[in-house]
């Protein structure tokens, strides 16, 4: 057994604590090593070692940890499982940044102040340019007209950080997460936007000008008001236009260096759900299947996609394969500029559904099962700015009826 407290040849103290078992049933000794004045300030320094590693408040990490290794572990032993490919594409993509500032440094050693520095790093001059922020001089590089990086994305480095600690704490890595000592980069407000039924109207009625696929596409993110990768990946299947519904089960995802790819799995489990549609856009949607179903014969040995109509995707590239998501970006982009309307994304699409539910009373419960929603309060959160003015319109109807009333 080794010696409970020893003094080294450098003058500091190894205290040294035996307690608990390794996985091959060994007694397990705790170290630590102390500056003290005296061998008996040494002891008294022991003694709380000691009542430290039998609370359960010390931790024996391997001396090799780095935050490098421990990304590496959480990214394979947790990530992958947890995670979409499109957040593990972010993740990575952000951790380069992090390993550059951090990833050397032994896991159990980072301490607020070095997290801290880094978030100042990320809000310097340049930086968006540079990712090798640790050795350049941003004083002779770049100038103050450079951008710098979004309030928004040096925030999704806190997160990240956050959450990999949070992990090592769980596993038993670390003691406490610095990441909670460290106050968390502020975000400006996010405005949120309302619809008038005057751009709403202007919207929906450009559609009826577009050619029919994208006349469909732009229907069905309107009236279901699915996420763009759940329409995108959308097969024949998908659609029962004699019960005039569509399922939503998959998603449509570009993942970089990969392409396109069909996720058999929806955000989560409340996303898989039917929704109805109206009778409008299933007599398109009929005259549009036969067009795909037609097109595929015609094209013979060009059309890579299937030939079973069910697995042709609703939305594909002239050869039959999935279009990118990104393809209704820029479908939107020019659509908006052609019928002079500010640019929106087609998530704003969802929005303006969930506006148009609202103004018109659906019930909360409805609106959150049709957007895909764990739960009402999700869509409460959300969209609160757009049932305030629902909930004034309430008031308004009994102000209205109580003035009539009134000389009764």
């Keep these: 057994m080794p010696a409970k407290v020893r003094k080294r040849s450098n003058g500091t103290y190894q205290l040294a604590v035996s ?55 959480w990214t394979s032993e947790f990530a992958l499982a947890a995670h979409s490919i499109r957040t593990q594409e972010t993740n990575i993509y952000l951790y380069r940044r992090i390993s550059k500032a951090l990833g050397h440094k032994k896991l159990k050693s980072i301490t607020p102040l070095d997290i801290q520095k880094f978030y100042n790093n990320l809000k310097k001059v340049g930086i968006k340019q540079d990712p090798n922020s640790k050795t350049r001089k941003c004083s002779k590089q770049y100038k103050k007209e450079d951008k710098l ?27 406490d997460n610095p990441v909670d000592r460290v106050e968390a980069p502020k975000t400006p407000p996010k405005l949120k936007k309302t619809y008038s039924d005057e751009l709403i109207n202007k919207f929906v009625n450009g559609f009826y000008s577009e050619d029919l696929k994208h006349k469909i596409l732009g229907f069905i993110a309107l009236v279901t008001g699915a996420r763009r990768g759940e329409i995108m990946g959308l097969q024949w299947r998908h659609i029962d236009i004699e019960q005039m519904t569509v399922t939503i089960e998959q998603t449509n995802q570009y993942i970089r260096g990969e392409g396109t790819k069909i996720i058999k799995a929806t955000k989560n489990a409340s996303s898989l759900r039917k929704i109805s549609l109206p009778k409008y856009l299933c007599e398109l949607l009929k005259e549009y299947k036969q067009n795909s179903l037609l097109l595929s014969e015609e094209l013979g040995d060009i059309w890579q996609g299937a030939h079973d109509i069910d697995d042709i995707f609703v939305f594909s590239n002239y050869n039959g394969l999935p279009m990118e998501p990104g393809s209704f970006n820029h479908w939107l982009t020019k659509y908006c500029k052609k019928n002079n309307i500010d640019q929106m994304h087609p998530h704003e699409l969802r929005h303006i559904a969930t506006s148009i539910w609202i103004k018109n009373n659906v019930p909360l419960q409805t609106i959150s099962s049709r957007l895909g929603h764990a739960n009402t309060v999700t869509t409460q959160i959300i969209y609160s700015h757009l049932i305030k003015n629902s909930d004034k319109q309430c008031s308004d109807i009994f102000d209205e009826m109580l003035g009539n009333n009134k000389n009764r």
């Design 19 to 73: 307690y608990g078992s390794k996985d091959d049933g060994s007694q397990m000794t705790h170290y630590k090593t102390i500056t003290a004045a005296t061998k008996v300030e040494a002891v008294k320094a022991w003694v709380l070692f000691a009542s430290e590693v039998q609370k359960g408040q010390v931790i024996e990490s391997k001396k090799s940890m780095n935050l490098d290794d421990f990304f590496h572990i």
């Design 149 to 175: 990086l979004s309030p928004t994305t040096v925030r999704k480095y806190h997160v990240l950080l956050h959450e990999l600690f949070a992990k090592a704490v769980k596993w038993q890595m670390v003691i």
